[in-house]
Nanobody
Framework: QVQLVESGGGSVQAGGSLRLSCAASGRTFSSYTMGWFRQAPGKEREFVAVIHWNGGRTYYADSVKGRFTMSRDNAKNSVYLQMNSLKTEDTAIYYC???????????????WGQGTQVTVSS
């Protein structure tokens, strides 16, 4: 069982930066692939980024590639999403998720956090 709690969301102007954190409980955290997803108002949840259990592999959605960086610290049971050059279209609730498969599909994840709001204004 893994419990996930996101933090770091907020309001920022376009071009700014935010760093999201996701703290996990459970001793098996380091075994899980971790993903970030987001859901904008009126839209379906979409994939943002994923990181392998050992941090050696990452993959990003085209819409965030080059602007967002995902990392993890297994000693701290945490994953992070550094978001730079934010755009208004990045406005959404951001969720972290844990699963056993390196996947861009939300169905591949077993545990989800409650989400943190990111609002980017022009």
């Amino acid at each position: 069982q893994v419990q996930l709690v996101e933090s770091g969301g907020g309001s920022v102007q376009a071009g700014g930066s935010l760093r999201l954190s996701c703290a996990a409980s459970g001793r098996t955290f380091s075994s899980y692939t971790m993903g970030w997803f987001r859901q904008a108002p009126g839209k379906e949840r979409e994939f943002v980024a994923v990181i392998h259990w050992n941090g050696g592999r990452t993959y990003y959605a085209d819409s965030v590639k080059g602007r967002f960086t995902m990392s993890r610290d297994n000693a701290k049971n945490s994953v992070y999403l550094q978001m730079n050059s934010l755009k208004t279209e990045d406005t959404a609730i951001y969720y972290c998720a844990a699963g056993m498969v390196f996947s861009t599909d939300s169905d591949g994840y077993d545990y989800w956090g409650q989400g943190t709001q990111v609002t980017v204004s022009s």
